[in-house]
């Protein structure tokens, strides 16, 4: 896929995923039921779960891609596995602000070791890890190794962490919607909830997108620079597909 | 297969050689370990619980720490005079010299281990129990996993800019299974229950062991090509 398609895919995704995401504030605010034990602060919810969504989501590709990328050695894979891992410290940190935002109105505490929260918080510094990593390389190459690295080996860990903090009593509500037998929710929740899902995924994607197509022309500058530099260098046949 | 035990225990007889001359690491470590054990005792207000009792938890942070101070040296005594240069263009394999490596830290951090284990009995009367074996085993198997995750993350930081500092942001997040279970197996057998309760700690802290030296098997090679 060429640079500029995967611009303009991400043009059409993110205006999609913005007008989604208006859709679904509007179902938040005015139109969704409320529901019966919680009141007005269960609205949370339809911001919080898909959150940990494509939280989830993001940081499963950063895992798939930082594992190909030190397979294959292909650049373009490093650019992909950082994108997603930007969006998915977005939308982490929109789980673990309005997390505690809930909580302290449903459970009366701002902070528990709900499993599920403390695993998010934990994710949250692997991949704060996998940015320091590679921004506190000076060479370009091997910081990208170490933060595939870093991210490989904290996907591994995940299935451990998950059983350490389920080990934990959970107060955390057991899940509503990801269930075998369908979901256990009224249907006009059920509708605000995966319309916020499908948002915030076009959201990331169009995001993940951009990110992607800046990171290659960013390295494509470097590659440029470099061959004004030294003029035996060319830049790669990568330029004919950029303005 | 018998060259590659030779090559692993090569480095890890070098680097053991270099400590015993030096005693740099192990003094510092174990100096560690005493010092915080005293902090730990004007740290809590015995009229409200008594040490002994988090004696457990205490073990396995403490040996954390001083894990963490002896592994970041790993790779720095290699940076000087350029000795990691001279060690990869050796003919040994890169999952060889991690094994080398992580063999080397293990019998360091076992012998910290130990002097945790017994600074604690002597200062907060925590009462070892009669038949050492289970415990023994749960110590080693969480110390030699710490070790296998703390060599692969201090052959990175060490490439940094940031170097030790970065260790603890890289490593910690991914330790919440060994002290979670570490620490529960090593409260039960301390309180007496039978070694069968901790059976179950005792697993996962051998899979935590086992993905951590899988994973620095793998990816060793791809943090210190150049």
Not at chain 1, 111 to 131: A, D, H, K, M, N
Request: proline content about 5%; aromatic content about 12%; hydrophobic content about 55%.
């Amino acid at each position: 896929m060429s640079l500029r398609t995967v611009r303009w895919v991400g043009v059409v995704l993110g205006f999609l995923g913005v007008a989604l995401t208006i859709l679904f504030h509007w179902q938040v605010f005015f139109w969704v039921p409320t529901e019966a034990s919680m009141g007005i602060v269960q609205r949370i919810f339809y911001i919080h779960l898909p959150a940990a969504w494509v939280g989830f989501f993001a940081f499963g590709i950063v895992a798939l891609c930082s594992a190909v990328y030190l397979w294959l050695g292909e650049e373009k894979l490093d650019h992909a596995a950082r994108a997603a891992a930007e969006g998915g410290m977005i939308f982490t940190t929109i789980v673990l602000t309005s997390g505690p935002l809930w909580a302290r109105l449903a459970w009366g505490t701002w902070w528990t070791w709900e499993p599920r929260l403390t695993l998010t918080l934990l994710l949250w510094f692997i991949y704060l890890g996998y940015f320091l990593v590679r921004s506190s390389t000076d060479n370009l190459d091997r910081g990208r190794k170490f933060a595939a690295v870093v991210g490989v080996v904290g996907a591994l860990n995940i299935p451990l962490i998950h059983m350490s903090v389920y080990w934990f009593r959970s107060l955390h509500p057991q899940p509503v919607v990801a269930r075998v037998d369908g979901p256990q929710l009224h249907p006009d929740m059920a509708t605000t909830v995966f319309t916020a899902l499908g948002a915030w995924t076009l959201v990331f994607l169009s995001l993940f997108l951009f990110r992607y197509a800046a990171a290659r022309l960013e390295a494509y500058a470097d590659r440029v620079e470099a061959a004004r530099l030294d003029p035996s260098r060319t830049p790669t046949p990568e330029g004919a597909i950029v303005p | 297969m018998k060259e590659y035990f030779g090559q692993i225990w090569a480095i890890a007889a070098k680097d053991l050689r270099v400590e015993l001359r030096t005693r740099e690491r192990v003094a510092a470590m174990g100096a560690f370990v005493v010092l915080t054990a005293i902090l730990f005792n004007y740290a809590v207000d015995r009229t409200v619980v008594h040490p002994r009792e988090l004696a457990a938890g205490m073990i396995w942070i403490v040996i954390s720490l001083a894990g963490l101070l002896g592994l970041g040296r790993t790779f720095e005594l290699e940076k000087e005079d350029g000795a990691l240069d001279g060690l990869l263009v050796a003919p040994v394999p890169r999952d060889a010299l991690y094994l080398g490596k992580v063999l080397a830290n293990s019998v360091l951090l076992v012998a910290v281990t130990a002097l945790t284990v017994a600074v604690f009995a002597l200062f907060f009367q925590v009462r070892l129990p009669g038949n050492p074996l289970p415990l023994a085993g749960v110590l080693l198997t969480g110390t030699v996993g710490f070790v296998a995750l703390g060599t692969l993350f201090s052959g990175i930081t060490a490439g940094t800019r940031m170097g030790d500092t970065l260790l603890p942001i890289l490593l910690f997040p991914l330790l919440v299974p060994l002290i979670t279970f570490g620490a529960a197996a090593t409260a039960d057998l301390l309180a007496g229950l039978p070694p069968a309760e901790s059976a179950y700690s005792l697993r996962i802290l051998a899979a935590f062991t086992l993905v951590a030296l899988t994973a620095g098997v793998g990816l060793f090679r791809f943090i210190v090509e150049d």
